[in-house]
């Protein structure tokens, strides 16, 4: 009889999360900023992932006749770098490494930081004080030295540098989801279900996060932006992705002593950083507005 009451009660909570994911998706739909945002990334996803498709040339293949052609032509539209290699083709094959790697780092992040963070607001005490304490202990250590720090021990590449990026932002997640928690584990479907003999992972698996989910979407659509430029300034600072791959940051590594000969080489990575960064931030604000019924 408990489970069966139990199940209704999940249930309902169910049916009033849909109604609410219903009304934030309409809500979202008003923000023009927040489409022109998602129209923009979305844009930009599809462009990078069909660069293999699009890409006029191998980003890798050094035509030394071609070396420093300004932008504009047919051929080399982006204009050329000092090997002769074809900068949108770079740009384009740029933004898999860039995106691919910052919205991974961002999904460990979130998977790390949402475990953490219900476990220690769920069952407080000495797990909580536990948590907590490492945490501080975390973040007591700048971001950029601790970055550097796991990438010097796991070395450079793409999934060093995804699994760094994602350390890193995992404490940033977990304090906010036992926040969350910590409000949601008082509320009356929670202790309904907890007197009804609802197992905990059943309960903050399938009561308390789904309730606490927008927040977290928010805070991981916004970070996605912050990952791209910690990536990027990884790249750029060498200890991200290994030459001669492309990437955005790695390209403007590349282009650091040859602005004044070749302006165009820092230009065009750097604006793919630039709107892709701002449409990001566009989504997160819309969404933290839509899923936010005091912002309604």
Known sequence: MADKIGDRSATKTRAHADNFWVVSLRALRRDAAAMIGLAGLLLIILVTLLSPLLAPHDPLYQNYRARYEPPGGATYPFGTDDLGRDVLSRVLWGGRESLGVAAL????????????????????GWRDVLIQRVTEVWLAFPGIIFLIVLVSILGTGLEKV??????????????????????????????????????????????????????????????????????GGLSFIGLGVNPPAPEWGAMLLYARDKWRQAPWLSFYPGAAIFLTVLCVNLLGDGLRDALDPKLR
């Open 162 to 231: 995804m699994i760094a990026v994602g350390l890193t932002l995992i404490p940033g997640y977990g304090r906010l989801v036992r926040g969350a928690v910590l409000a949601a584990r008082a509320q009356d479907y929670v202790l309904a279900a907890r007197a009804l003999g609802a197992r905990d992972a059943r309960i903050m698996f399938h009561h308390i996060l789904p309730n606490i989910l927008p927040p977290v979407i928010v805070f991981a659509t916004l970070g996605l932006g912050s990952a791209i430029l910690i990536v």
């Open 105 to 124: 780092a961002i999904a460990i992040a979130m998977g790390g930081g949402v475990v953490v963070g219900l476990i220690s607001g769920y069952y407080g």
